[in-house]
């Protein structure tokens, strides 16, 4: 077993980097994406909202494949690596989208009311007054999505990249051992996972006494 362990483990560092940018990805293209499900403009918000829904209704291993045979065969040639971030990025920014939303629709209307009786510009009332409360909503669910990010990284293995589940089905293929080679696999996943929800409950935590004083 632990033969199969080392051997797994040099698909690591491709996974966290998958799972990592397509989450950064998401986590910079979802906000806009929620100022535009939250627009007064009809057209905008119901665009936003077709987009988003779209998106979230393929699957993951279609949106790579549809990345890395459509994009990456055209004029701009896109590695297993480009094509599986930029496929999960745009997943993730459809899923956190919605969180952040969901996390600005929260905070209470008298929390807006004030900003505006101050006269904050736009810029000031979000930064200091509406995302430090709407993150206290959004930041468990954002820390849920990002572990099953790191689940649904392992699709990427289906175009070649060289992430846990590409060298877990290579050694099984090899050894016939599939059995023990991907419970192993699923322990590193576990290990990669059990990080993320340690943060996102420090980082909750950090929040809610940073909005309590």
Known sequence: MLDFAESLVRGVGQTVSITACAFLIGAVLGFPLAL??????????????????????????????????????????????QAAVIGLGAISAAYLAEIYRAGIESVASGQWEAANALALPSRKMYVHVILPQALLVAIPPAATFAIGLLKDSAVASVIGAQDITFFAFQESQATLQGLTIFLVAAVLYIALSLPVAGLARWSDHALSKRVAT
């Open 36 to 81: 535009l499900r939250r627009s007064r403009n009809v057209l905008v918000r119901w665009g936003a909202a077709l987009v988003i829904d779209t998106v979230r209704s393929i699957p993951p291993i279609v949106v790579v494949f549809l990345v890395f045979y459509s994009v990456g065969s055209g004029a701009v040639r896109l590695g297993t690596f």
